[in-house]
């Protein structure tokens, strides 16, 4: 007796947890077990609203199974957002609220009763509880990001939304990084999501050193150099706009700090201790090997080139002046083997041109190789007394 009473036990404690299996992912197969279990009710009710939303007659089939699924058990969330289906249609907003919220306080875990509460809330005006299940939905279903996250964008765009929306960043949940990392790398307006991304805190969840650097090299990218050095200035706690520290400092935020770029024989490093920038041009190699971005103002501007070479006299690097907004080439300063160790031109920044390029690009011939430093590559407003030095203006191509 006792052995076939164990047996038994074992028996419907095995089907017992089937049924706590499947009730959520085979609904139908838990029935056959079980088949008052009112989860497993709630839950094939909702299979079969989701397949068919737009049905009236799934839809009032699905009320009535979540109905009497919640006879059965009241602490049934799925239920009750499936029998709120009803005060839906009935147009009564605020009842359709309290129901779906009665429902969240059973679990926070339930998304689509999370997303009926956003748009309940939309409909009710109430941008706070709207963003709250965002991030209620976000925290637990992290793969919803991209569904969400554009909407989050557009709303970041609303005057009246924005408060809010940054006080939600503020707090650092765990899914702003991510939203973060989306908005960089999707949204083509990425400038003005600004004022929201922001209010993120500087953490690894948040606006990150990577993330910060990242937002001000694609906003540059963009071609949105106004948000672009928005960015940097409110990022970097030592701005040099300028150039006019040269390479005394690390590369932190490019291209508005040096962008060293390496290619095929082509090599170059900073020495921010020294404050230099050394180079290699070998066998044939030509190409960009320094670059950054400034903000200018019209009028006459001085660009420095100062440093040493070592190579055939064939050889040559040249500083270039580049409008950003129109790719207008302002000016060239050429510097080669055993050549004075500055030059210096005046170069003429038109209206409309708030922005420029600082380049310096290297070329030299087969089976040579050069190697050089800078000390200076700037360019800084002109004085009155300025002139041109530079009797190597020449282009290396």
Same mark, same amino acid.
């Given at each position: ?220 990218? @963009? =071609?949105?150099?106004? *948000? ?5 200035? +409110?990022? %970097?706690? &030592?701005?040099?706009?300028? /150039?006019? !520290? ?43 090997? @320094? =670059?950054?971005?400034? *903000? ?5 501007? +001085?660009? %420095?080139? &100062?440093?040493?070479?070592? /190579?055939? !006299? ?43 390029? @600082? ?39």
């Amino acid at each position: 007796m006792a052995g076939a009473a164990g047996l038994v036990l074992a028996a419907l404690s095995g089907a017992d947890a089937f049924v706590g299996v499947t009730r959520a992912r085979a609904p139908t197969a838990a029935l056959r077990v079980h088949p008052n279990d009112a989860l497993a009710r709630a839950n094939a009710a909702d299979q079969a609203f989701l397949a068919a939303p737009a049905d009236e007659r799934v839809r009032a089939a699905s009320e009535q199974a979540a109905r009497a699924s919640l006879r059965g058990s009241l602490l049934n969330p799925v239920a009750v957002r499936l029998a709120a289906l009803g005060l839906e249609r009935g147009g009564s907003d605020a009842k359709l609220l309290g129901a779906l919220d009665a429902g969240q306080r059973l679990t926070r875990h339930d998304a689509a009763t999370q997303l009926l509460l956003i748009e309940a809330n939309v409909a009710q005006g109430n941008v706070s509880g709207a963003l709250t299940g965002y991030d209620h939905v976000l925290r637990r279903k992290p793969e919803m990001g991209e569904t969400l996250f554009p909407i989050l964008a557009t709303a970041a765009r609303d005057r009246s939304v924005l408060p809010d929306l940054r006080r939600l960043l503020g707090v650092g949940a765990p899914w702003v990084g991510y939203f973060i990392d989306w908005a960089i790398s999707n949204d083509r307006d990425l400038g003005t999501l600004l004022p929201a991304i922001t209010a993120a805190p500087t953490t690894a969840t948040g606006l990150s050193e990577g993330r910060r650097q990242n937002l001000v090299k694609q906003l540059a990218a @963009l =071609r949105d150099y106004p *948000a672009a050095a928005a960015a940097y200035r +409110r990022f %970097d706690q &030592a701005p040099d706009q300028g /150039g006019r !520290a040269d390479f005394a400092r690390p590369s932190r935020f490019a291209p508005f700090d040096w962008e060293v770029q390496n290619g095929p024989g082509i090599d170059g490093a900073i020495d921010a201790k020294a404050g230099l920038f050394h180079f290699t041009l070998l066998g044939d190699g030509s190409g960009l090997l @320094l =670059r950054r971005l400034i *903000a200018v103002r019209p009028g006459p501007h +001085r660009l %420095d080139l &100062a440093g040493t070479m070592v /190579g055939p !006299a064939a050889a040559l690097v040249a500083g270039r002046v580049t409008c950003a907004q129109t790719g207008a080439q302002l000016g060239t300063l050429g510097l080669r083997p055993n050549s004075p160790a500055g030059v210096a031109r005046i170069v003429d920044v038109p209206r409309g041109c708030a922005f420029v390029w @600082l380049a310096l690009e290297g070329k030299t011939t087969p089976e040579d190789a050069v190697e050089g430093r800078l000390s200076r590559f700037r360019l800084t407003p002109a004085t009155g007394g300025a002139r041109s030095t530079d009797s190597s203006d020449q282009d290396p191509r």
